[in-house]
């Protein structure tokens, strides 16, 4: 990801941060509409669920131009996710739940090229979430 790229997903984010509780609820609704198996995975307290993604998305969008904190915060989802074997299809399900979430809340502010962006972006992170 070149630094034109970063900046791209940087500033899109800072303008939904205050919506990014929008973004969480339709993350959520497009990987249950990809993936309706999954929906039994999640125990927990939802409404901590989608804070705990915001803030893990918000993390990854800060750490963009600095590899080795990124590498750990992937490790760090690796490990949350271990137990749950996921695979390419998953991580495709969860790239493209994103993608969709944004345009759910950008609208026609998610322009290709911040599209894109954001496309590197999640492919740098999701693609550890895979097993190995
Ligand atoms: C953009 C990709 C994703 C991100 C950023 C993400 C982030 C997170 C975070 C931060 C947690 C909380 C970990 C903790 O308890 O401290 C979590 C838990 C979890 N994630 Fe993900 N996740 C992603 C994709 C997925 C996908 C694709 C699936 C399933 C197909 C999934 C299933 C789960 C489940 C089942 C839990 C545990 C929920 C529970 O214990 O109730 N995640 N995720």
Known sequence: ???QQIQHVQQ???GIFARKADLAERFYVH????LP??????RGNFVKQKMMLTTMI????????DPRTL???????AQEHAHLELGPHETEAAKRA???ALRDVLG???DPETESAWASAISRVAGTMTRH
């Open 12 to 14: 899109s984010f800072a």
């Open 58 to 65: 918000a993390s990854c969008v800060r750490n963009l131009d």
């Open 31 to 34: 990987l249950f509409t990809m």
């Open 71 to 77: 590498e750990d915060i992937g490790a760090q989802l």
């Open 37 to 42: 198996e999954v929906r039994v995975m999640f």
């Open 1 to 3: 990801m070149g630094p």
């Open 108 to 110: 026609a502010e998610l």
């Open 98 to 100: 994103l993608i969709a």
